[in-house]
Nanobody, 114 residues
Framework: QAQFVESGGGLVQPGGSLRLSCSASGFDFRIAAPTWYRQAPGKEREFVAR????????NYADSVKGRFTISRDDAKKMSFLQMTILKPEDSDMYYC???????WGQGTRVTIDW
């Protein structure tokens, strides 16, 4: 069973940075396309970033392009989301998954505030 555990969230001032981590298990991570989503209370979950199995193709939501960078470490079965120039509107619960599997982790909360 595919499982995902997110970590690295916290409270950061606007303009700051955070690095989120996602640990995956229960499937062959080498062929996975780790994808990050975020969701604010009362809103739809939205796509943030995806990295393909080769690590060469990366897709980002327009709202985070140039500020967020997705990466992966196949040996550790992990993906990462480096977030910079954070804005208050980036405050959300962040989740990672592989879209082949209909399972979600607990997420990690990111709060951008003074």
């Amino acid at each position: 069973q595919a499982q995902f555990v997110e970590s690295g969230g916290g409270l950061v001032q606007p303009g700051g940075s955070l690095r989120l981590s996602c640990s995956a298990s229960g499937f062959d991570f080498r062929i996975a396309a780790p994808t990050w989503y975020r969701q604010a209370p009362g809103k739809e979950r939205e796509f943030v970033a995806r990295i393909d199995s080769t690590g060469r193709r990366k897709n980002y939501a327009d709202s985070v392009k140039g500020r967020f960078t997705i990466s992966r470490d196949d040996a550790k079965k992990m993906s990462f989301l480096q977030m910079t120039i954070l804005k208050p509107e980036d405050s959300d619960m962040y989740y990672c998954k592989d879209d082949r599997y209909n399972s979600w982790g607990q997420g990690t909360r990111v709060t951008i505030d003074w």
